[in-house]
């Protein structure tokens, strides 16, 4: 409160006394006084109430307290069609039968207690009494009332430049003329205030959400909306639903793991490649020119029974149960949406409620006919300037995707010249029996080495590109907060799309795939040698590039969240412990954390929309990937709570009706996930061609046994190259033990030398082509058609929602309108009487 223990602080800004800043100049000093002055003059001719005081830790800070008294609450709320209490909800409502399950991991009701429901409208000062006033202290929560304060700091001017007027808290932060502006904490995040009249929600918050001994615990969301607003509850809310969902996906997910686990003993394909008597007899041609040798297909035992384990029937049902999933989980959110939306009083939250950018107020000043009113308005730049600015931030854009590629082609290349090294260093014997060369094979050490070049770059091209999509949308000049974010997450998404999961198409659906056979191998760039896959596919290296990625993503985002900020504020304290040993006040002491960034929480959002796309884009080469996100999310929601709970300052509330942007970027997600999983389960895996081989290849009239079976696959899968028909440009240095070997093996399906379509297709090939397609097709209209009536048969809006919207629209029009129009017949009924009364005589008809 202000000294008189009255008035509540509803902001604090801060500055720097210029009589003690010897470092400026004096000129510099003077101005930016006048300025503030200016601006704390124009606070106070709007109403507002401030009280300084000097720091007691630094005597140059001055603290600038901020309170909002009650007109001017009610005159901003109505200004900001800011909804507030009519009446207690009066609907009754069933419980859920899994309310007795539900209750285990709730918040103790003793300790956080429910928030009553009640049906609101637009605030309207006119109409006080109609509303739900029980204690005018209490009527707007501080949340509400530092929206407001925000608002008016926003919108009030300090100087005039050129007939522009310069305005807004933000262009003072940038210009240093404040160091800070913040609403306050209420308490001490672990300590309990002793007065029992003043509330300790930051406290309690702590205690039931940011600590980690209640991850187990459900989220109390009603608590962090009204502590912290809208726009932060619904982030939490979303992302404790995805983890809610992703606990059904990565029990499925292990359930499909352990089926591979426990039957890739029964692999035949793999054993027959371990077999010294049929694997070991087998001679595999080079993979690379010159500095490549004759391998023996044994090397591959272990990276094949590893395969068994993640390409086997059980990836098949999760790439198809994860089709079905995530359209339940979209269109299961949706519903949750609609009961925030509602319950939090978003539901009609339009543009015209959400005020104009500051920035984009402080550039009108071109003048446009609006079409809809018919009047001027001033607008930041004409039609034709809109469409510069648009070209430019598209052609940013494009650029620094055309980077990212250019980075990836970069670790192709890497790769291509790492092979021929690594096959050079690594052991040469052919039978491959040297431990270091029975788990160390060429293809692993490029594969994990690239992985993680590949994830470093990928990091490095991030904290460049965040910097230069906020310039080009800070140029773009959006209208309204939400325009702003909503165009620095196309361009984010974007960027990280591609950035992220470029490595990954790379593996799955190009390498290996364009090599032609070793007498005439496909060259990259004219110089390098197209890779080739292990005789298993690439399925095995997908899955170790997902691994390192998501992993180490998730590991340096937690370093980043939560070691940065403790460090800072760790320091911080050290330093003001060692200058004072005085009782430091509470906005001294948030003054102290860390500030929460212009964007909030849209770093949050984007973390988790990547991993959502690692969840559901690839899950057919890693079905253990919903389980490690569920992990990091149980993880993450505790470090997000801990992190803005105790390390930040408080955010400054603000409204939010969805999760914006990011509900359509996931929507496209859950569309190209379906073909991405039918196409990798086609084209990298190796399930296709083992189908075909066991129900077309192993009988008759292709296959010599009498059965079905999977005897002989690998022998049967593998084409044969005469030795003499190398082109001297790859032709392999002999080695010794090779004996009279006159022909080697490769991954393809081609006739073999001496038969009069030598080298090219055989009809294995055509079989297993039309199967994949078939495949395809089969699959994604299956999938397509599932999600399809589950979205039509799931409501978007719950019928108890419906009822609530409508029952207070009734209300609305009822107390709001209907009895005001009853109070005005019955005032104008009385003035009709009065004048009929005090009429004239003359005026009255004569009877005789």
């Not at 032609?516 to 596919?537: A, H, I, T």
């Amino acid at each position: 409160f202000f000294n008189d223990g009255q008035r509540r602080i509803d902001f604090v800004l801060v500055y720097e006394d210029e009589s003690k800043n010897e470092n400026r100049k004096k000129s510099v000093n003077k101005k930016q006084m006048r300025k503030r002055q200016a601006y704390e003059s124009n606070l106070i001719s709007n109403g507002l109430q401030l009280e300084a005081t000097r720091s007691v830790l630094d005597e140059k800070l001055i603290f600038v307290k901020v309170h909002a008294p009650w007109e001017v609450l009610c005159t901003y709320a109505e200004v900001m069609h800011i909804k507030l209490p009519l009446q207690p909800n009066d609907l009754k409502t069933r419980d859920s039968a899994f309310n007795w399950f539900s209750r285990l991991f709730r918040v103790d009701e003793n300790i956080i207690k429910p928030e009553q429901e009640f049906f609101t409208a637009p605030f309207e000062k006119a109409r006080l009494s109609d509303f739900y006033i029980q204690d005018k202290d209490i009527f707007f929560n501080p949340a509400t009332r530092s929206r407001i304060v925000h608002f008016i700091l926003s919108r009030v001017e300090y100087a005039v430049k050129d007939n522009v007027k310069k305005f807004g808290i933000n262009k003072l932060l940038d210009s240093g003329i404040y160091k800070a502006a913040f609403p306050l904490h209420d308490s001490r995040f672990n300590r309990q205030l002793e007065d029992p009249n003043c509330p300790s929600e930051r406290y309690l918050l702590y205690k039931e959400w940011a600590h980690p001994r209640s991850f187990y615990k459900l989220q109390p969301l009603d608590l962090v909306r009204k502590y912290y607003g809208e726009k932060i509850g619904i982030y939490f809310a979303w992302l404790g639903f995805y983890t809610q969902m992703l606990i059904v996906a990565a029990i499925v997910g292990l359930a499909c793991f352990l089926y591979g686990y426990i039957t890739k003993d029964n692999c035949t394909w793999s054993q027959e490649v371990c077999d010294p008597n049929i694997g070991g007899n087998i001679i595999m041609c080079p993979q690379c020119d010159q500095e490549c040798t004759y391998w023996n297909l044994t090397i591959t035992c272990e990276s094949s029974k590893k395969l068994c384990i993640f390409d086997s029937f059980g990836t098949l049902v999760f790439a198809v149960f994860m089709g079905i999933w995530v359209t339940l989980f979209l269109e299961f959110w949706k519903r949750r949406q609609a009961e925030l939306e509602y319950e939090w009083d978003t539901v009609e939250f339009l543009e015209q409620e959400e005020y104009i950018r500051p920035e984009y107020e402080a550039r009108c000043t071109h003048v446009v006919t609006n079409e809809i009113t018919q009047q001027e308005e001033h607008v930041p730049y004409t039609a034709f300037g809109k469409c510069v600015r648009m070209t430019f931030g598209i052609s940013a854009v494009l650029f620094w995707i055309l980077l990212i590629v250019a980075s990836v082609i970069g670790i192709i290349v890497y790769r291509l010249s790492v092979f021929l090294v690594f096959s050079a260093k690594l052991p040469r014997h052919i039978n491959g029996t040297e431990a270091i060369q029975k788990y160390l094979t060429p293809q692993a050490a490029t594969s994990v080495t690239a992985s993680i070049i590949s994830f470093i770059i990928i990091m490095i091209l991030n904290i460049i590109y965040e910097k230069v999509a906020i310039m080009i949308t800070d140029f773009e000049l959006p209208r309204t907060q939400t325009d702003y974010e909503n165009s620095l997450t196309m361009k984010m998404f974007l960027f990280q799309f591609v950035n992220y999961y470029s490595s990954c198409f790379y593996i799955a659906f190009f390498k290996g795939k364009f090599v032609g056979f070793p007498g005439d191998p496909v060259y990259w760039l004219g110089k390098y040698r197209n890779e080739e896959c292990d005789p298993g596919g690439c399925l095995l290296e997908l899955t170790t590039q997902l691994t390192i990625i998501m992993g180490g993503k998730a590991i340096w985002n937690n370093i980043q969240e939560v070691l940065l900020p403790w460090v800072k504020n760790l320091i911080g304290r050290c330093c003001s412990a060692a200058r004072s040993e005085k009782t430091i006040p509470r906005w001294e002491q948030d003054y102290h954390l860390q500030p929460i960034g212009k964007l909030g929480l849209f770093y949050e959002y984007l973390e988790m929309v990547i991993q959502f796309g690692f969840v559901t884009l690839f899950v057919a080469s890693f079905p253990l990937a919903p389980l490690l996100a569920l992990v990091n999310n149980l993880l993450e929601i505790r470090v997000d709570a801990w992190k803005i709970t105790t390390q930040f300052r408080r955010m400054v509330p603000q409204k939010a009706q969805d999760i914006g942007a990011w509900q359509p970027i996931m929507q496209g997600i859950a569309i190209l996930a379906v073909v991405t999983n039918a196409m990798i389960i086609a084209f990298t895996s190796d399930m296709i061609p083992r189908l075909v081989y066991y129900w077309s290849f192993s009988v008759p009239p292709y296959g010599s046994h009498s059965s079905y079976t999977m005897k002989g696959y690998i022998n049967n899968t593998l084409s044969v190259f005469d030795i003499l028909d190398f082109k001297n440009e790859s032709k392999p240095v002999p080695l010794p033990g090779l004996g009279n070997q006159t022909t080697c093996r490769y991954r393809d399906f081609r006739y073999p030398p001496g038969h009069q379509h030598q080298y090219e297709h055989n009809i294995y090939y055509w079989h297993v082509i039309a199967a994949k397609l078939s495949f395809i097709i089969v699959m994604e209209h299956v999938i397509y058609c599932v999600k399809f009536i589950v979205s039509y048969v799931i409501p978007d809006v719950s019928q108890k929602t419906k009822s609530k919207i409508k029952r207070e629209k009734y209300l609305t029009q009822t107390l709001l309108h209907e009895n005001h129009l009853k109070v005005m017949k019955k005032n104008m009924g009385k003035i009709a009487d009065r004048i009929w009364k005090g009429a004239d005589g003359t005026f009255r008809p004569k009877f005789d």
